[in-house]
């Protein structure tokens, strides 16, 4: 069993930058692949980033390609997403997510372990 843990979200203002932590226990992250996905208001639960077991590849949802970087330190046992040019419409609950899967999937049906969320508002 994996616990994920979230951390950093809040309010900021368009065009700020926050940064959110993952941090998990129970055993290592080292072998799976990691993802930060997010449920805006009334909407369904949407992929952002995730990252391979090694760091060596990632991948990003196109609205925040360019803007949102996913990070991972696997001897702190611990995912980032940093999240820069914060636009409103990034308003939503993050949860992070682990995966069996060797490559980085999208479908949060793929992923085995979430955490509970950490609330990010992008004020206008």
């Known amino acids: 069993q994996v616990q994920l843990v979230e951390s950093g979200g809040g309010l900021v203002q368009a065009g700020g930058s926050q940064g959110l932590s993952c941090v998990a226990s129970?055993?290592?992250?080292?072998?799976?692949?990691m993802s930060w996905f997010r449920r805006g208001p009334g909407e369904e639960r949407e992929f952002v980033a995730g990252?391979?077991?090694?760091?060596?590849?990632?991948r990003y949802a196109d609205s925040v390609k360019g803007r949102f970087t996913i990070a991972r330190d696997n001897n702190k046992n611990t995912v980032f997403l940093q999240m820069n040019n914060l636009k409103p419409e990034d308003t939503a609950v993050y949860s992070c997510a682990a995966s069996t899967s060797i490559v980085i999937r999208t479908t949060d049906s793929e992923y085995e372990y979430w955490g509970q969320g950490t609330q990010v508002t992008g004020s206008s």
């Open positions: 990252i391979s077991w090694s760091g060596a590849t990632t």
């Open positions: 129970g055993q290592t992250i080292r072998t799976y692949v």
